[in-house]
């Protein structure tokens, strides 16, 4: 038996999966909450992994965990073992099926607005085949893809080291607005941001794609991060809050497409032009897509034209 086989041997999926979501996460602590185990538990299956391989796969500080050259070298390795082990054991279950079967992650603006056209149109032509919509953060939905739990992704375009070993395509630009109840003391006026600003302020969380365009429109400005904030990646919540407050929200338009069409939120004049974000189709160029998933990229593809 070579070295490499030996080595492979003493691999547990458990590992590769500890340590994929570290390196994702950069934090053992977050880790090992996505997992939904103990914090010693994931650092006991990193330590054995690095052990087997005889190599440090990060580096620990007090503020997380950095992927190691070596670790960062063999990421892409345990992925891509992590996706062909899932695609495998769902052929077995018999739970999906890949050529009957569309597992689209999706951020809420696009579920809301974009996407239930495209899977009507999909479901009249296709009746006996699932769709699963799943719902989610870029970051997350980007694990989801590279876990092999998602066919493809439509979101915003993430850095270069989120997008690594993905493929993205651009579909359109959506601008983020700032919006609020029809009965608004803003509602009507020519409200600046400065006005706007002394409301509580609705807010993707931290580390979102949305969330850092917002930050970079304040910073570009000279204005100084709110603290009167409540961040919440849930439409839903967003928009019940707008109406039973006099809080002003930072959002995606296809979001609150609807309510502006309706008269119940009223935009306010700023940010539109400056706030705009390509949201596109990111795939997995390591997995093979079959007929009926082809099908569906197709017509999100063509939806636009």
């Known amino acids: 038996m070579t070295d490499i086989l030996r080595l492979a041997t003493k691999i547990r999926l458990r590992q590769l999966r500890c340590f994929v979501t570290v ?25 054995e992994l690095e052990h087997i391989l ?55 603006n696009v579920c809301s607005q974009f996407l239930p056209p495209i899977v009507k149109d999909f479901k009249e032509d296709h009746p006996l085949a699932g769709v699963h919509v799943i719902p989610g953060t870029n970051a997350g939905l980007l694990d989801c893809l590279r876990r092999g739990e998602a066919d493809f992704v439509i979101g915003r375009l993430s850095s270069s080291e989120d997008m690594r070993g993905l493929t993205f395509e651009a579909l359109f630009d959506e601008p983020l607005i700032f919006v609020v109840k029809k009965d608004h003391p803003l509602a009507g006026a020519q409200a600046t941001l400065e006005e706007a600003l002394g409301y509580p302020l609705l807010l993707p969380p931290e580390g979102t794609i949305i969330r850092d365009e917002v930050d970079r429109f304040f910073a570009g400005r000279g204005v100084a991060q709110p603290r009167d904030t409540i961040e919440s990646t849930s439409s839903d919540f967003l928009r019940t809050y707008l109406v039973m407050s006099e809080a002003v929200a930072a959002i995606p338009r296809g979001v609150v497409y609807a309510d502006l069409a309706q008269g119940d939120f009223v935009q306010l004049p700023f940010g539109e032009t400056d706030l705009k974000g390509p949201v596109g189709l990111t795939t997995n160029p390591s997995v093979s ?3 009926i998933i082809q099908d569906m990229i197709g017509r999100i593809k063509r939806y636009q034209d």
């Open 23 to 47: 390196a994702r996460k950069k934090s053992f602590v977050l880790a090992a909450e996505h997992l939904g185990l103990t914090q010693p538990a994931v650092s006991r299956s990193i330590k």
């Open 54 to 108: 005889g190599q440090d796969l990060f580096d620990r500080t007090v503020r997380g965990a950095t992927l190691t050259p070596n670790g960062q070298a063999f990421l892409d390795s345990a992925e891509a073992a992590i996706l062909q082990i899932n695609s495998g054991l769902q052929v077995f279950s018999g739970d999906t099926d890949a050529h009957e079967y569309v597992r689209i992650g999706a951020l809420p």
């Open 289 to 291: 897509q079959g007929a």
